[in-house]
């Protein structure tokens, strides 16, 4: 990708004491997962605890002036430091592409005041906020909750401790029972390696892999080593 871009990105994103360098970084590995994603200009996204926009940003990028990005976190608007989400959304509220998103703190996924139409996205994103759950079974009840909004899945994470990370784009989401029965076996194995860790939350390859015979399950897996996508 075009350092060009990335400058762009930076420039509409809150940093802290105008240290970009490391956020540069953080643009540039969004911006391949979106690339990853097959995300498209025009596309409507919704995106599952975007924090303080890192991939929101790098979303509302790729999908230009006719697309939108929905960004929503449970998490509170001073959250965070030394730049809260708030100020972070802010920033990129006031940025050139702030007329493609909408930003929302304190937004419960799980409430049942949280609906959305039938198809309303092309696209539900979560990315690298898995790690924030509680158990698999809230990834679990999550999918489940989400597979009539959008046409497509998108998830990244990486697990702290864990060697490797999925990084899987999802299509047609009323093939989620085979996601979820993915996740649970890949949540008991992870959870032998990594037994400290409070949460588990990824689809791991070698589970998601058996599935692929599955007609209503396009499958698009791969790893991140040393910033580059395999």
């Not at 979106?34 to 509302?60: P, Y």
């Not at 198809?119 to 690298?128: A, K, L």
């Not at 989400?146 to 009323?174: C, D, P, Y």
């Amino acid at each position: 990708m075009d350092r060009g871009s990335i400058e762009y990105i930076v420039g509409c994103m809150a940093t802290y004491n105008g240290e970009k360098e490391i956020q540069r970084i953080q643009t540039g590995h969004r911006l391949k997962l979106v690339e990853f994603w097959n995300i498209r200009k025009g596309d409507r996204v919704l995106e599952i605890g975007c924090g303080q926009g890192d991939t929101t940003a790098a979303l509302a990028y790729k999908v230009g002036n006719q697309g939108f990005v929905h960004g929503i976190d449970i998490a509170q608007a001073d959250y965070g430091g030394p730049i809260t989400l708030g100020e972070a959304r802010n920033q990129l509220l006031d940025s050139d592409m702030g007329d493609r998103m909408k930003i929302e703190f304190g937004v419960d996924v799980l409430s049942d005041e949280i609906d959305f139409p039938p198809m309303s996205f092309d696209y539900i994103v979560f990315s690298h906020c898995a790690f924030y759950l509680r158990s698999e079974e809230e990834l679990t009840v999550i999918l489940s909750k989400v597979q009539k909004w959008g046409s497509s899945f998108a998830l990244r994470n990486g697990i702290r401790g864990f060697k490797g990370s999925s990084n899987i784009h999802i299509s047609k989401l009323f093939s989620f029972k085979h996601i979820m029965n993915a996740s649970r076996k890949a949540v008991s194995q992870m959870c032998g390696h990594c037994s400290h860790l409070p949460i588990v939350c990824a689809l791991q390859r070698t589970r998601v892999g058996r599935l692929h015979g599955s007609k209503s399950f396009n499958r698009r897996i791969c790893r991140m080593d040393n910033g580059k996508l395999q």
